[in-house]
């Protein structure tokens, strides 16, 4: 059974940090393209970091750039996202998705975490 599971959301305060993982069963992350999305209420879903293991390929939306870190970890099979100096901007629900082409469009990823929630306020 294909499951990504995403954990390490949280409250945390302006300029705070968290550390976002996504675990993958039933198929190896390094054979897919990684992407971090989130949701804010009201929103459309927004692509935030992508990883390709393959070429090591990474993307960041501007607004996460020198901020957020995207990483993959082969033996656990998971990938995480680190996020610093958090903005009440950034609070949104988090997902992890595995798909085949590096891109920034959700319609191109196969497999959905069931996403978490970040809330940075003060």
């Known amino acids: 059974q294909v499951q990504l599971v995403e954990s390490g959301g949280g409250l945390v305060q302006p300029g705070g940090s968290l550390k976002l993982s996504c675990a993958a069963s039933?198929?190896?992350?390094?054979?897919?393209?990684i992407g971090w999305f989130r949701q804010a209420p009201g929103k459309e879903r927004e692509a935030v970091s992508c990883i390709s293991s393959s070429n090591g390929g990474r993307y960041y939306r501007d607004s996460v750039k020198g901020r957020f870190t995207i990483s993959g970890d082969s033996a656990k099979n998971t990938v995480y996202l680190q996020m610093n100096s958090l903005k009440s901007e950034d609070t949104a629900v988090y997902y992890c998705?595995?798909?085949?082409?590096?891109?920034?469009?959700?319609?191109?990823?196969?497999?959905w975490g069931q996403g978490t929630q970040v809330t940075v306020s003060s």
């Open positions: 039933g198929f190896t992350l390094d054979d897919y393209i």
């Open positions: 998705a595995a798909g085949n082409s590096f891109s920034t469009r959700p319609m191109l990823y196969d497999y």
